[in-house]
């Protein structure tokens, strides 16, 4: 299963820690997504797409590559976060409508805290300090796996 992980870790590196770990498991290449251009994708059986949450949604960069993309009937994507306010339902609703429309079954969603000091959280220093901690990037780990053994039955 040849994997690409497209991801954007701006202010604490937060979703790279849980990028590199998903991408050890998958043996696949993380990349910003202004490093990569749309056709690409074609070449890959399974896409993963995760930033941090900026305001209730997925880095901008990231929402930009998929509003870029051509239409990919079927291609198989996972979507990944890190948030101050973990609720994944709520956060992961742009990328994945966008994803949907433009032919991508979404196989897997993984979002754990991390250190959030965004506008005001900077004043009391944030919030989640210390995340994704071992504990999270384990969980990664688990969530790679889980998708890796499925890929590798069908």
Known sequence: MKTLIIYVSIHHK????IA????????ARPVKPWAVKPEELSDYDLVGFGSGIYWWRHHWALLKLVDSLPRV???KAFI???AGMNIPWYNHRALR??????????VG???CKGWDTNGWLAKIGGI???????RDLEKARRFAERLKNLYDQN
């Open 80 to 82: 990944f976060s890190t």
């Open 109 to 111: 969603e993984f979002s």
């Open 97 to 106: 409508k966008k994803l949907k429309e433009k032919g991508f079954q979404i």
């Open 73 to 75: 009937e079927g291609k």
């Open 20 to 27: 590199k770990v998903m991408g050890d498991v998958l043996n």
């Open 128 to 134: 989640n300090k210390g995340h994704p901690n071992e």
């Open 14 to 17: 937060n979703t790279e820690k």
